[in-house]
T-cell receptor, first 114, second 113 residues
């Protein structure tokens, strides 16, 4: 079975500071990995995805993530936080075909201090 | 805008009742997924349909059922509702050249009183 672990439920950073949100996955086969963002009272928006191409994946809004097989990690980073980045972030893993459902982590709430 | 639409946006009903949530996938997407988001359980996969056929089942209660119609829209039916069914229900679709990517609708917020 596939799973992801997001440690901690809340991260607070100052505007302009580095954002680092951690995600570790468990999968018996090469996974697809995703980061989604959810703004208050909205649906889920895909930030970026890893599908076994480049290990460093660039997404929208200046976010990027690096797939590290040796560490089973897919941490999300952004060099400089902006107030508009305040939201909930979900890491997710999926397989393919009949196993293409997304399995989500518990989510991390990112707060950005002025 | 993801291209996935869900209706209604909000639904308030009483325990024991039955409701139907509707989802229209992105044009051309054959797969539809349903997810439930609650404070207790987080985001959980319920069920997947592909071109009208059930493809995968997750933590979906027996009181819940779904179907995908020939025009590819999908409905999620929730019956004998309980307080604990109050949640945000998302539909997502995938297919075509980006078949490994799921696009989410805005969700239906269900409140059971």
């Amino acid at each position: 079975a596939q799973s992801v672990t997001q440690l901690g439920s809340h991260v607070s950073v100052s505007e302009g500071a580095l954002v680092l949100l951690r995600c570790n996955y468990s999968s018996s086969v090469p996974p697809y990995l995703f980061w989604y963002v959810q703004y208050p009272n909205q649906g889920l928006q895909l930030l970026l995805k890893y599908t076994s191409a480049a290990t460093l994946v660039k997404g929208i809004n200046g976010f990027e993530a690096e797939f590290k097989k040796s560490e089973t990690s897919f941490h999300l980073t952004k060099p400089s936080a902006h107030m508009s980045d305040a939201a909930e972030y979900f890491c997710a893993v999926s397989g393919t075909g009949a196993n293409s459902k997304l399995t989500f982590g518990k989510g991390i709430t990112l707060s950005v201090r002025p | 805008d993801s291209g996935v639409t869900q209706t209604p946006k909000h639904l308030i009903t009483a325990t024991g009742q039955r409701v139907t949530l509707r989802c229209s996938p992105r044009s051309g997407d054959l797969s539809v997924y349903w997810y439930q988001q609650s404070l207790d359980q987080g985001l959980q996969f319920l069920i997947q349909y592909y071109n009208g056929e059930e493809r995968a089942k997750g933590n979906i209660l027996e009181r819940f059922s779904a179907q995908q119609f020939p025009d590819l829209h999908s409905e999620l039916n929730l019956s004998s509702l309980e307080l604990g069914d109050s949640a945000l229900y998302f539909c997502a679709s995938s297919g075509g050249s980006r078949s490994n990517e799921q696009f989410f609708g805005p969700g239906t917020r269900l409140t059971v009183l």
